[in-house]
Nanobody, 115 residues
Framework: QVQLVESGGGLVQAGGSLRLSCAAS????????MGWFRQAPGKEREFVAH????????FYADSVKGRFTISRDNAKNTVSLQMNSLKPSDTAVYYC????????WGQGTQVTVSS
């Protein structure tokens, strides 16, 4: 089992940048596919990006492609999401996800982008 704690959310103006981090506890971090999801008010949770266990493969939602970058450090048990050129439509609670035999979630971190 893995426990996840996100950090790095906040308020930023449109066009700005934020970096989210997720610290994982537990064993075998490199065996988990790590991802980020988000949920805006009144909407369902949606996929943002994920990264393979080795970090060699990444995949992004079309809405963030070219603006967001996911990365991981298996030595530190962390995964990050660098978010650039932020838009008001990126406003949401962002959740870290670990997937192997099941899904594990962090508590979420709020990102607010003002226009």
């Amino acid at each position: 089992q893995v426990q996840l704690v996100e950090s790095g959310g906040g308020l930023v103006q449109a066009g700005g940048s934020l970096r989210l981090s997720c610290a994982a506890s537990g064993r075998s971090f490199s065996t988990y596919i790590m991802g980020w999801f988000r949920q805006a008010p009144g909407k369902e949770r949606e996929f943002v990006a994920h990264i393979s266990g080795s970090g060699g493969s990444t995949f992004y939602a079309d809405s963030v492609k070219g603006r967001f970058t996911i990365s991981r450090d298996n030595a530190k048990n962390t995964v990050s999401l660098q978010m650039n050129s932020l838009k008001p439509s990126d406003t949401a609670v962002y959740y870290c996800n670990a997937r192997r035999e099941g899904d594990y979630w962090g508590q979420g971190t709020q990102v607010t982008v003002s226009s």
